[in-house]
């Protein structure tokens, strides 16, 4: 088939963006054909496989008549960025007539037979007010239902235009669930996809045996991801022996902040700054432990690439995360319980210090564990691979686009 691919934002940056990249390389795999309209940063050439330089439309921000940051799903991006929320009138009908100009030049000189798009939100609106004859397959990632909440002056503009939609691709069934309650799109046309890593490149490595303990904090350097709460636990550990990697952009205020929490750990904190995948599959297979403690997630891909690479986790306990680590062994996976979150998305100042004080239990016994058991089994490790590897996500995928164009 023909499939157009529709981003927002970043290819290859960002969880959502990483999802693309593999969706086009595994299509391409399968003899299908790509074209990509997405949204990038001034004069940036994203590096992407499985679709050629000629069937790409880039909507450039920064840059006129887009002179504002390129919006983010996520309030705090690992690059320069603006928010939905304080989108003026005129910018946003920039935006949308930005975008509508790369869809229709893509449409006409491509003719696809699909159009997959990402997020339940404005450019998929966008797509499918545009082109209506197209099948369109939609993606959720979690941030485009947090939008949605947050944003109520988009919702009219939304929601008609997703309720249209063919298919609707989730993560899991809680997020099924949540944009059934949402968005009022029926749930025989929601499919639950998963999300994939790529099981070439994220595999089971020898562990040197501590000390120390290698732990490892791969994603953006935020407070929505508990950074801070992090290196507040990690500073207050009594324990000695271990040592913290933290990878991923650090960008704005909340970037400096956590930086600067992370230099008064000295020498026990290395930051590593962004990685590209091959890097971040390097460390991963030398650290024994993975820590998110994120207060929102749908199915982080960290997750599911950590536990491959044969790390023990720690993760928040949130539904996506749950549903996809349930079964295994506790001594491998231990999930952080969260307080009820504030309006602002975190645990309510009164609140942190117990939290704060729980993830270093956690680290703790974890650290123990490592020493004690030695290595995570590398069967155990592949056996993720099973249900969340790319060639399984993207054959779910395939039935997908497949029910979209029988209608």
Not at 41 to 64: H, K, N, Q
Not at 111 to 130: G, Y
Not at 160 to 178: D, F, I, K, M, W
Not at 181 to 195: K, P, S, Y
Request: proline share 7%.
């Amino acid at each position: 088939m023909r499939i157009l691919h529709l981003l927002s934002q970043h290819p290859q940056s960002t969880g959502s963006g990483i999802y693309v990249g593999q969706v086009m390389r595994m299509a391409a795999a399968a003899g299908h054909v790509n074209a990509l309209v997405a949204g990038v940063s001034g004069d940036m050439e994203p590096s992407l496989a499985g679709v050629s330089t000629e069937l790409r439309r880039y909507v450039r921000f920064a840059t006129p008549p887009l002179e504002f940051p390129i919006p983010g799903m996520s309030d705090v991006m690992p690059y320069a960025s603006s928010r939905f929320s304080g989108l003026s009138p005129a910018q946003l009908a920039t935006y949308r007539e930005a975008f509508a100009a790369a869809l229709a030049d893509m449409v006409s000189i491509f003719r696809p037979e699909i159009i997959h798009s990402h997020h339940l939100w404005l450019l998929t609106a966008l797509a499918r007010e545009r082109c209506a004859d197209i099948p369109i397959v939609a993606s959720c990632h979690s941030t485009d239902l947090r939008q949605f909440r947050q944003c109520p002056q988009y919702r009219q503009a939304v929601a008609p235009a997703c309720r249209r939609l063919q298919r609707v691709l989730a993560l899991g069934p809680s997020q099924r669930q949540e944009i059934v309650a949402l968005h009022g799109i029926d749930e025989g046309r929601i499919d639950i996809v998963g999300a994939g890593f790529d099981e070439e490149l994220f595999t089971w490595g020898e562990k040197a045996p501590p000390p120390p303990v290698e732990l490892l904090y791969a994603g953006k350097l935020s407070l929505a991801k508990g950074v801070d709460l992090l290196l507040g636990a990690f500073a207050g550990l009594s324990a000695s022996g271990l040592h913290l990697h933290l990878a991923g952009s650090a960008a704005g205020p909340e970037g400096e902040l956590c930086r600067g929490l992370a230099a008064r750990c000295g020498s026990a904190v290395t930051l590593h700054g962004p990685l590209d995948q091959r890097r971040l599959a390097k460390l991963m297979r030398r650290c024994h432990i993975f820590v998110l403690p994120s207060f929102a997630e749908g199915l982080p891909l960290v997750v599911l690439e950590a536990m491959a690479s044969g790390c023990r986790l720690i993760v928040s306990d949130l539904p996506g995360c749950r549903e996809a680590l349930q079964g295994f062994d506790p001594r491998r996976v231990a999930f952080l319980q969260l307080p009820p979150l504030g309006g602002d998305g975190r645990p309510e100042p009164a609140n942190m210090a117990a939290l704060q004080g729980r993830l270093a239990a956690l680290i703790e016994l974890m650290a123990q564990g490592v020493g004690e058991e030695g290595q995570v089994d590398g069967a155990e490790a592949a056996g993720i691979a099973a249900g969340y590897g790319w060639r399984a996500v993207f054959a779910r995928i395939e039935r997908s686009y497949a029910r979209a164009v029988a209608g």
